[in-house]
C-alpha cells in the first residue's frame, strides 16, 4: 500500500487505459479522483464502484480538460474533498485521425487542445498544490506515435511528442521540489480507442511487434504506477516505452 | 487590506518569506534583496504567487520583476491592494 493516504487524479478515466490507471493506483491505497469528460458520468460511476468493491476509496469528477476553467475547478475540488493533490496522471486524449493533405482545422486543433493544453491546464494547476507539500508525481501519457510517428496522426503525434517536450521541461523546474515528472509511451494497446481499427491492420501491426502481441490497458497502468512508487524515486525527465519493442 | 499599517504589512511578508525560503525572521528586513536570501526562480515565483493569496491581488509579471527586496514587496503591496 505504497501510496497510503496519497491522492491521485486520473484525467480520462472513465474507460481505456484511464480506467486501467485508476484501478490499480487505487489498488495501492491512493484515494482516486476519477475524472470523466462531460456526458461520461455513467461510466465514471462504473469505474468509482469497482474500485470501491476491490476496498479502495475513489469519487468521480467532471472535467473537459481543454477548458481551463473546468480544469481548475476540478483541481479546486479534488483538494477541497481530499485536501491534497499528490499524484496526476494526465491520461485524457483523443485521435482525430486523418492523412494531413485532408486534415481539417478542427480536427487539429481539437486534438492539440484536448492532449497538450489540456496536459498544461491539469500540471500547472496540479502544481501549485505539489509544491506547496515539497512532493508529488506528474505522469503524462505519451505514445510510440510521439516518438516514431505514424501515417495519418499528425495531429496525434504532435500532440504526443509535444508532451514529451513538457515533461522534460517541467521535470527540470520542479525536481529541486520533490516532485518527479515522467511520461509513459503506450504502443497499440487493445482499447476503445484502437477498437477501431481495421482486423487486416491490427494483423499488420502485431508482425511488427517484438513481443507478437497487443498491448493491454494493465501493461500501460503497471508502468505508471511503478513511476509514481518509491522504487521510482531517482527517475524524473524520462519517457518509459510500454509498447512490446515497437521503438527500441 | 486597506487599512493594514506599513508594519502589519511588512510582518505578513516577513512571515510568508520565512516560511516559503526556510530563513530566520530576523534575516528578513525591508532592505533584504530576494538574492541575498538564496531565493531560485521558483521560490520566486511561490512567493509572488503566496503575496498573491494572501493581498487578494494580482501581481503581473512585469510587476513581479522589479520587485527585488522585501521593501519593494511592502510598497507594492501597500499601493495595489
Known sequence: MFLENRVALVTGASQGIGRAIALTVAKHGAVVAVNYYPGQSDQAALVVEEIEKAGGRAFSVAADVSKKSDVEEMVDAVVKRSGSLDILINNAGITRDQLLLRMKDQDWEAVLATNLNGVFYCTRSALKWMLKSRWGRVVSLASVVGVTGNAGQANYGASKAGIIGFTKCVAREVASRGINVNAVAPGYIRTEMTDRISPQAREELQGRIPLGRIGTPEDVAGAVVFLVSPGADYITGQVLHVDGGMAI | ?81
Open chain 2, 1 to 81: 487590506m486597506a487599512d493594514l499599517s506599513d508594519q502589519a504589512i511588512f510582518e505578513k511578508v516577513r512571515s510568508i518569506i520565512v516560511e516559503q525560503l526556510g530563513v530566520e525572521e530576523n534575516a528578513v528586513a525591508l532592505e533584504t534583496s530576494f538574492e541575498a536570501l538564496n531565493a531560485d526562480s521558483l521560490d520566486i515565483v511561490e512567493l509572488i504567487m503566496a503575496l498573491e493569496e494572501t493581498f487578494g491581488m494580482e501581481i503581473p509579471d512585469e510587476d513581479a520583476e522589479k520587485i527585488l527586496t522585501v521593501g519593494a514587496a511592502v510598497e507594492y503591496i501597500k499601493a495595489n491592494s
